[in-house]
């Protein structure tokens, strides 16, 4: 059960700095979803949005991470 309460704590701590980060996003000098490499098909009545290195880096973010959590 202790483990279970200090994964708990660290997924809130997780989300938290998830939330901070998109309130702070509009500050940061490199918008997500804007990247070079983000495609954006602008049609007549329609927008169609595919953030690729966005993706990429976030992807590439996650595995890292669970790589350190995974070496612990």
Do not use: E
Request: proline share 7%; net charge positive; with cysteine.
């Amino acid at each position: 059960m202790p483990q279970l309460g200090k994964t708990l704590i660290f997924a809130g701590l997780a989300l938290a700095a998830l939330g901070l980060l998109l309130v702070l996003a509009d500050r940061l000098p490199i918008k997500p979803g804007q990247l070079p490499g983000d495609f954006t098909w602008r049609g007549k009545n329609t927008v169609v949005s595919f953030p690729l290195m966005t993706c990429l880096i976030l992807s590439i973010l996650g595995s890292l991470l669970l790589w350190l959590f995974q070496r612990r």
